[in-house]
């Protein structure tokens, strides 16, 4: 199947992003070391959200679950900061970033019923996840992140010819979605 990779950018600028691309599905290596990097639990999401590890399943998991898929697109939100301490631009930012890609994932699904998207960071769909303590309460609109994946961002960015750095004072929010 051929992908409409023109219109799906398209579509994805009208969504809000800052930046789209083709992702090159060859760039999708799963690496351990990434994933320990959750462990670290800088985020506070590690072993309190269904869709970061471990809930989220192993790396192993995650990559057989993805190479289920042929074609990717790179989704990016792009913030200009005032200065490199700028917290309130980059949780701006995040959550605008958030927004757009729920709402490019449920248009997606119409066209595309089995689509794998990764976010970028943990999911937020609700304000609390259940986990451990019930099951998610939205198992089809949630997501895991491209780290939780195992996946390093600025590389599949690099592998793709996407952009990923955008200079001094800027932050840089990258999801994508797989289709088949």
């Known amino acids: 199947m051929k992908y409409p990779t023109e219109e799906l950018i398209a579509f994805a600028l009208r969504n809000g992003f800052t930046n789209a691309g083709e992702l090159d599905v060859r760039a999708l290596v799963f690496m351990p070391e990434v994933r320990?990097?959750?462990?670290?639990?800088?985020c506070r999401a590690y072993g309190r959200n269904w869709r970061c590890p471990p809930a989220c399943g192993s790396i192993e998991q995650a990559a057989e679950t993805a190479a289920k898929y042929s074609?990717?697109?790179?989704?990016q939100t792009v913030g200009?900061?005032?200065?490199?301490?700028?917290?309130?631009t980059m949780q701006k930012t995040g959550k605008a970033h958030a927004e757009s890609f729920i709402r490019m994932m449920r248009e997606l699904k119409k066209r595309y019923p089995d689509i794998l998207g990764m976010g970028a960071?943990?999911?937020?769909r609700c304000e609390t996840c259940t986990y451990p303590d019930a099951p998610c309460r939205f198992p089809d609109d949630s997501y895991?992140?491209?780290?939780a994946y195992g996946l390093w961002v600025s590389r599949v960015c690099e592998l793709s010819g996407v952009k990923y750095n955008y200079g001094p004072?800027?932050?840089?929010?990258?999801?994508?979605?797989?289709?088949k």
């Open 36 to 42: 320990e990097m959750c462990s670290a639990d800088k």
């Open 71 to 75: 074609y990717g697109l790179l989704v």
């Open 80 to 88: 200009k900061l005032e200065d490199d301490f700028d917290y309130e």
């Open 121 to 124: 960071g943990t999911c937020a």
């Open 144 to 147: 895991s992140s491209m780290e």
């Open 169 to 179: 004072q800027t932050i840089a929010y990258t999801s994508c979605y797989l289709l």
